[in-house]
């Protein structure tokens, strides 16, 4: 009796299955042991799940691969054997295996800096790759990566190329095929289809592999060429366009709207006339709250920004918008959130925007915008001017010994050259400066005269960011304009800073803002909660401005908000007081009480206060969608 021999449109696949299988395997303990402790490994429940759940969402991945060559194997036995196929099958086996090794390395020190599955936000750093390469050179982790990734995927490449090939030799072409066979391919068709779509009563989703309260376990069973996809190919649909804009009138206290502009513009009328304060915004690199002394950090990094905090108007609830620097500085002067399919910075084409230059400009005011590093990063040098500055000042304007790193000149040389830029305009005219800061970007370029005795880099770089701040404000004292000028401090973003119980990593988005301005506001620590949408609007209040606010910004002084909504790429958060929600475009929602660090969701406990923060975070940022997709945000 003859053994059966498995065709080779089972055995091939069935093959090349295994050893992706194994390579992701080995990819998932690298990630795991890079961010744990591997020891954990043996001892916990939760840490097998995990890897257990890591194998479906490997085996749907590599099935998606597995289609096309499965299929073309089993058409080709009816025909004569082709050397294209089978060339075209061993080549396409090994980009993509090669392919999944490259994102697989890729996503290790993505996940560590975001704790986060790498999704499609990576891709916007596809249009600074000068940039891209300069970070991998500096950077001894990135460059080690780097190098692991050429040497495996070349590696890889080599031996699948040549494992297919070998048995491709044996493929005999034109046959008869038995009725067995025929079984045998309708079995690994549904084995092929069951394994892209899961075993599960519903399609395999991300929100399967959140099975336990460790935010980075629930994100090391997902693959991260499925997040990259999905994130990629998702499409933002969060609820209807009427609901969305009607809520977010209610939620905002929009009662008459100006609807040949946008649902949202409203007049905003002052009961006098303008102070036409100079106004100075300063969005600082990654800075986050968990920085701060004032914030409870008790490593003193920030002694210029903690004694800023006592003597200006001090948020002590300020999230950005999003986690990106091109979030911060579009989200600061234009109030609208940061959009997961959107970046207004890069969009085709661009649209002009209301906001803090537009409104300044139209009283009178000149705009000017300080950039350290090309202007080419984040296309800042085209929607910049665009949308209402006067200058733009970037590295093509410094002399080319200051640039240390690959974002430009040193924080404190930026400022050195706005005090200088700033003395030149007008007396007369009232300014209107944007200074962007970078040097608290890894890899960090700190300047060689900056002494310090803090070890650890990451803190050296907030500690210089800091004392460049201290030197900027004590020379800024001895201008002319500096009582008659409003600081505004933001961060452009947070950083992963500390313990994190939830996947968000709240320290990305928990940000000092502060009003600083000794001889016209005073000191006073706010409570309210704020975001990077509301500096605009609560600037005019400030300054009894009357305008058209076209925006989802709210001037929080008037009208509190009660809660705050922000984003991490591909979720959405919101707090109040007590509570986390947290949603997650892949699939699932949750909700934390983040004030007492409790790490299990209560969204079924609490449903009244879910479907609270869920409307105002979904509906706001709904409605910007709206507003961007239909060019709804010009002041015409």
Request: aromatic share 14%; charged share 20%; net charge positive.
């Amino acid at each position: 009796m003859n053994r059966f021999k498995f065709p080779l449109f089972i055995s091939l696949p069935f093959r090349i299955y295994l050893i992706g299988l194994v390579i992701l395997f080995i990819l998932r303990l690298a990630l795991f042991a890079y961010v744990y402790d591997l020891s954990r490994l043996l001892f916990n429940k939760d840490v097998f799940t995990t890897f257990l759940i890591g194998v479906q969402f490997d085996t749907s991945v590599l099935c998606y691969i597995l289609v096309t060559p499965f299929l073309l194997l089993f058409i080709q036995t009816f025909f004569q054997r082709s050397k294209f196929i089978n060339s075209f099958v061993a080549i396409y086996f090994a980009f993509f295996v090669m392919l999944l090794i490259f994102i697989g390395i890729a996503d290790i020190p993505y996940f560590k800096f975001f704790l986060n599955r790498i999704t499609d936000a990576a891709l916007q750093w596809i249009g600074s790759l000068s940039i891209v390469f300069e970070m991998i050179i500096l950077n001894k982790a990135n460059l080690i990566f780097t190098i692991v990734a050429l040497i495996c995927c070349v590696g890889s490449f080599i031996f699948i190329l040549r494992t297919a090939k070998k048995q491709l030799l044996t493929n005999e072409g034109k046959r008869s095929i038995s009725i067995k066979e025929v079984g045998v391919f309708i079995a690994g068709a549904f084995m092929i289809f069951i394994g892209i779509r899961g075993a599960n009563e519903q399609p395999l989703r991300q929100g399967d592999a959140f099975h336990c309260n460790d935010p980075l376990l629930n994100q090391i069973g997902l693959n991260p060429a499925y997040t990259l996809l999905r994130s990629y190919f998702t499409r933002v649909n969060l609820m209807e366009s009427n609901e969305a804009i009607n809520n977010t009138k209610a939620i905002l206290n929009i009662d008459t709207s100006l609807e040949g502009i946008s649902p949202f513009a409203r007049k905003v009328r002052s009961d006098s006339s303008m102070h036409k304060y100079n106004v100075v915004l300063i969005l600082m690199e990654s800075m986050s709250a968990n920085y701060l002394e004032a914030f409870g950090n008790k490593n003193h990094l920030t002694p210029n920004l903690d004694s800023l905090c006592k003597s200006s108007w001090f948020f002590t609830n300020a999230y950005s918008a999003g986690i990106h620097t091109n979030n911060g500085v579009f989200s600061s002067l234009f109030s609208l959130p940061a959009l997961k399919r959107i970046r207004p910075m890069s969009t085709v084409p661009l649209l002009k925007y209301a906001g803090i230059p537009y409104t300044l400009k139209q009283n009178g005011y000149k705009t000017i915008f300080f950039c350290p590093h090309s202007e080419s990063f984040d296309n800042i040098g085209v929607f910049i001017p665009l949308n209402h500055f006067d200058l733009l000042y970037s590295n093509k304007d410094y002399p080319r010994e200051k640039n240390i790193g690959p974002f430009g000149v040193p924080d404190d040389y930026l400022f050195d050259v706005a005090l200088k830029t700033i003395d030149e305009q007008k007396s007369t005219q009232p300014f209107f400066a944007t200074i962007l800061t970078a040097s608290n970007h890894e890899p960090y370029s700190i300047p060689t005269y900056f002494k310090s005795n803090i070890d650890k880099t990451a803190h050296r770089s907030v500690s210089y960011a800091d004392w460049a701040i201290g030197k900027f404000i004590n020379e800024a004292k001895s201008k002319p304009w500096f009582d008659n000028t409003i600081f505004i401090f933001s961060a452009d973003h947070g950083l992963n800073v500390g313990e994190n119980t939830y996947e968000m990593a709240l320290s990305y988005n928990h940000i000092p803002i502060l009003f600083y301005a000794p001889k016209i506001l005073g000191t006073k620590q706010l409570n309210n909660f704020i975001g990077q949408i509301d500096i605009f609007p609560t600037l005019m209040g400030l300054m009894n401005t009357t305008y058209t606010n076209n925006t989802l910004g709210t001037d929080v002084i008037s009208k509190p908000r009660e809660c705050m909504y922000f984003s991490a790429d591909n979720k959405i958060g919101c707090v109040d007081s007590t509570f986390l929600y947290v949603y997650r475009f892949e699939g699932g929602e949750g909700l934390y009480k983040y004030k007492s660090g409790d790490a299990k969701d209560v969204k079924e406990e609490f449903k009244s206060d879910f479907e609270r923060l869920r409307r105002n975070a979904l509906s706001q940022t709904q409605a910007a969608e709206f507003m961007i997709s239909n060019n709804k945000v010009e002041l015409k």
